[in-house]
């Protein structure tokens, strides 16, 4: 079989597989020795399926020949590891959960194998998905295949340096303020974060519940609008998963952008990034408007408010939601011989830096005589935010922002700035805030030949166009580079 | 604004959180930057009507009906101590000063 079967789209792999050309079986082998290559570089994964995945893609091979139509027959995926699988370990990069095995599988999860995808395995994240660069797990690092000195970007930096690597075209992340798009930009990859509500959150451990949204990251826009269409959807088991049926996402992706107006926000500061992100932004808007997009000015003044309203609703949320992990019916536990020392130990031993942070700048958020300036408040902006960016797109059919104010950064760089490091999702948090959908797609390199990445957001339940313009971008583009691992020598 | 050790404290004992010395000045410092940064909160103008809750504008409602939990089992096997199909804690008592 091909050496290259690795390289191919999930759609032509789905093809492939379905026409009986390549079995699932064999795709199942070429995804695993890639990610035998490739895995002890970058450390996407906290473990392998490597007999699970067989088995499954024997029963994929067996459905696909009892004459099954399969939107994703043999398609190799990975998963962020807060997302439910019956059986297995789900730790959320956390030491508090371990030991814990999922008692349920989620619903995304069991969409992507209904439709006949092998999961290849569990991927490392921001310990919780409370990062931007992967190293707030507690097991390991996850390094970025373009430059292993750099950061994949995070929360979902296992999934995006899997999918980047080669060793899935597919992947699962979860975004609750950037936490698809921003990894999937440092790592070279299309990431989306889908409107909220489009896709149920059950089996999703619980960070930001009014934000969180689960998305796929792939190496092309069509692969991710292909993963979305198969796990949105409406589900009994998320009560604030939407009814409304589901877009056919592929069928109008090819038909550009012709007369599209494409909204660049006033208040997006471009040029402070400096050098060579300015320059591709410049760049980018020369290519819309090259596919036959019209540029048009909007504005949303509170904009700049983005990351602080973020910071106190999600870490608000957070410090209610992360309540549950108290030792007592899952996870590590601490030795102690009373309940309430029990509850401290377990939590304090348990969770790691980043996360006891924004625990407690949560509850400072919430507790008495500071609820209304900080909670209260971070509403009452972020409410204004949602209608001005209504407004927005009336004015314009998408909104485009870069996806992160600039390329991967060094290992260990950020880590002891915490506000430098919350900056890294500037431009990816008002979609989750306001429950707009974003996809992020590369659009060049910098000076030192690492990924660039655009941002288009679109109105609530529009994917379609977000992918579309997407699509139209990523054509212009022309994109064809691929992560040459740079330091696997030295290192 | 400026965050004493006394209210790192307080917070985190709300949190059920507990801090050497070390990180609660180490943490001190960086709640406080924060939350210099949060507040230009201040001079943004808001929304008085906003309510708290999920954008979830078009989830159908859900009927409010039993059905079946998780089996005990199922859930016994992820509790860190059990002893005849019940979930086993420390006893409860503690500190005096939990609020």
């Given amino acids: ?491 | 604004m400026a965050l004493t050790i006394e209210e790192v404290r307080k917070i985190a004992n709300l949190a059920r959180l507990r801090f050497s010395p070390e990180d609660e000045r180490k943490l001190a410092g960086q709640l406080a930057r924060i939350v210099d940064y949060i507040d230009q909160l201040q001079s943004y103008e808001t929304v008085a009507d906003a309510v708290a809750g999920s954008p979830a504008p078009e989830a159908p409602e859900a009927k409010d009906k039993a059905r079946e939990c998780l089996p005990r089992e199922v859930f016994l096997a992820n509790v860190p101590a059990s002893l005849d199909g019940f979930l086993v804690v420390p006893e409860v008592k503690g500190p005096a000063d939990v609020s």
């Fill in chain 1, 1 to 491: 079989m091909s050496p290259e079967l690795w390289d191919l789209p999930a759609e032509e792999i789905a093809r492939w597989v379905a026409a009986r050309e390549v079995s699932a079986v064999e795709v199942t082998d070429a995804a695993l020795e890639r990610t035998a290559r490739v895995e002890p570089l970058i450390g996407a994964y906290l473990e392998i399926f490597q007999q699970e995945a067989r088995i499954r893609a024997a029963e994929v091979d067996r459905r696909v020949a009892a004459g099954e139509s399969l939107a994703l027959a043999g398609v190799p995926v990975a998963l962020k590891d807060n997302l439910s699988l019956t059986g297995h370990a789900l730790t959320c990069a956390s030491r508090i959960l371990s030991g814990y095995t999922a008692p349920y599988t989620a619903t995304a999860v069991e969409r992507l194998l209904a439709a006949g995808a092998v999961v290849i395995g569990r991927c490392n994240m921001d310990e919780f998905a409370m990062g931007s660069s992967c190293e707030s797990s507690a097991y390991q690092l996850t390094r970025n295949p373009w430059d292993l000195a750099t950061v994949p970007g995070g929360s979902s930096g296992g999934p995006a340096a899997a999918v980047a690597a080669g060793s899935v075209p597919l992947s699962l992340g979860s975004d609750t303020g950037g936490s698809v798009r921003q990894p999937a930009a440092l790592c070279g990859v299309v990431g989306v974060k889908p409107t909220y509500g489009r896709v149920s959150r059950y089996g999703l451990v619980a960070f930001a519940s009014s934000t969180d949204q689960i998305g796929p990251l792939a190496r092309t826009v069509r692969d991710a609008a292909l993963g979305l269409s198969v796990i949105a959807g409406p589900d009994p088991n998320d009560s604030t998963c939407a009814g409304r049926p589901v877009d056919d996402y592929l069928g109008g992706i090819e038909r550009g952008i012709e007369g599209l107006r494409v909204g660049v926000l006033r208040e997006v500061d471009v040029e402070s990034l400096g050098g060579a992100s300015a320059a591709n932004w410049r760049e980018s808007l020369a290519r819309l408007e090259a596919a036959g997009a019209r540029i048009v000015d909007v504005s949303v003044p509170s904009l700049g408010a983005s990351i602080a309203v973020y910071y106190v609703i999600c870490t608000a949320e957070a410090s209610a939601n992360l309540a549950r992990f108290d030792g007592v019916r899952y996870g590590y536990r601490a030795s102690a011989d009373n309940l309430t020392d029990l509850y401290f130990d377990s939590r304090s031993e348990g969770f790691g830096p980043e996360v006891k942070r924004r625990i407690m700048l949560g509850t400072f958020a919430l507790s008495s005589g500071y609820y209304e300036a900080y909670y209260g408040r971070a509403r009452g902006v972020l409410e204004k935010m949602r209608r001005e960016l209504g407004v927005a797109l009336e004015a314009a059919d998408v909104l485009v922002t870069p996806t992160a104010p600039g390329a991967a950064f060094g290992i260990g760089e950020k880590m002891d700035d915490p506000l430098a490091m919350y900056l890294s999702d500037i431009f990816t948090t008002p979609a989750n805030l306001t429950g707009l959908p974003g996809v992020a797609v590369p659009s060049g390199l910098d000076d030192r030949g690492l990924p660039l990445s655009l941002q288009v957001m679109g109105r609530m339940f529009d994917e379609a166009t977000v992918f579309r313009v997407a699509r139209a971008f990523e054509r212009e583009v022309a994109w064809t580079a691929s992560p040459a691992f740079r330091g696997a020598q030295a290192g």
